[in-house]
């Protein structure tokens, strides 16, 4: 009979995570906690923190508190009853940002259902903070489906972020296992719906691998991103991050990654990271679309010319 330990798959080589303790990751940190401020590198323990902080000198923030009123059977994020919104929020998150000189930003929240209009009202107010200090640094957003109200997206949208990130997580038939509350369609829909909001603005979702799918339901998944006009994707391999979470049932190879990859992008995405140390934001910066990347480049002029 198979003991505990033994049930747990031993994880590859190729999981070996790099760690930085530069000056920069130790400067963020300072940093992070200075100004009170929560990222989803931290909180979700993300293995990409020492390259993003160290070496590209990245985040994603993570606002609306730490604490998520969902339970979600991947995420390491706190659950719980959240604490009353922070207005002062935004600033901190902007000043954080220009302190930084981000030429590009992630900000997640956690899912806020105690919440009429899923705290959007503050998450459009951070990117409108963001853009007013950071007029250069292109704003990727990447919200919980805020209950798939209507007005709650069109509110975010209107603050008019640069990508819409959205992750449908997994596969159709583990949907209910992995994601507390979450719905496979509505996350499809919550997609498309921002699509037709603003055609202009590419969406972008993620899917975890390892945890029991099979390869037919990748590429399912795959054609019901493209279905629903998602422009960007990205696959990841699903890493325990304690006990208590569900079990890695697979790690897939970096050669089955780029296999994954290439059906991807034969299905029509204009980009895709697979990898098996991808998330949802890593290396985020390089998925921007051209008129951002315009964006980018004039704010590189400006500081050449200071």
Not at 57 to 85: D, H, Q, S, W, Y
Not at 257 to 282: I, N
């Amino acid at each position: 009979m198979a003991t505990k330990n033994e049930e747990i798959l031993r994880k590859p080589d190729w999981l070996k995570i790099k760690l930085n303790t530069n000056k920069n990751y130790t400067g963020l940190k300072k940093m992070m906690r200075e100004k009170n401020l929560h990222t989803v590198c931290e909180e979700a323990k993300c293995p990409n923190i020492h390259e993003c902080w160290g070496e590209r000198r990245t985040a994603t923030f993570m606002i609306l508190g730490a604490v998520c009123t969902r339970a979600c059977r991947f995420c390491a994020v706190k659950t719980g009853l959240p604490n009353e919104l922070d207005w002062d929020e935004p600033n901190r998150v902007a000043e954080s940002v220009e302190l930084m000189n981000l030429k590009h930003v992630v900000i997640t929240a956690v899912a806020r259902d105690d919440l009429k209009d899923g705290g959007s009202a503050v998450y459009a107010e951070t990117v409108r903070k963001v853009r007013e200090k950071n007029p250069f640094t292109t704003i990727e957003v990447l919200p919980s489906d805020m209950g798939g109200e209507y007005d709650s997206l069109k509110t975010l949208m209107d603050a008019k972020p640069d990508i819409l990130n959205h992750n449908i997580e997994t596969v159709e038939r583990l949907t209910p296992r992995v994601r507390a509350k979450a719905k496979y369609h509505r996350t499809l829909e919550f997609l498309q719906r921002s699509k037709e909001m603003y055609p202009e603005i590419p969406t972008k979702s993620s899917l975890m691998v390892g945890l029991g799918e099979t390869v037919e339901e990748i590429h399912q998944t795959m054609d019901d991103l493209r279905a629903h006009d998602v422009d960007i994707m990205t696959i990841g391999q699903y890493l325990q991050p304690s006990r208590k979470h569900l079990k890695v049932q697979k790690y897939y190879t970096p050669l089955e990654f780029g296999k994954l990859r290439k059906v991807a992008m034969e299905k029509g995405f204009k980009h895709c990271q697979a990898g098996p140390m991808v998330r949802s934001s890593y290396h985020a910066d390089e998925q921007v679309n051209e008129a951002a990347k315009a964006r980018q480049a004039k704010g590189d002029e400006l500081l050449k010319g200071e």
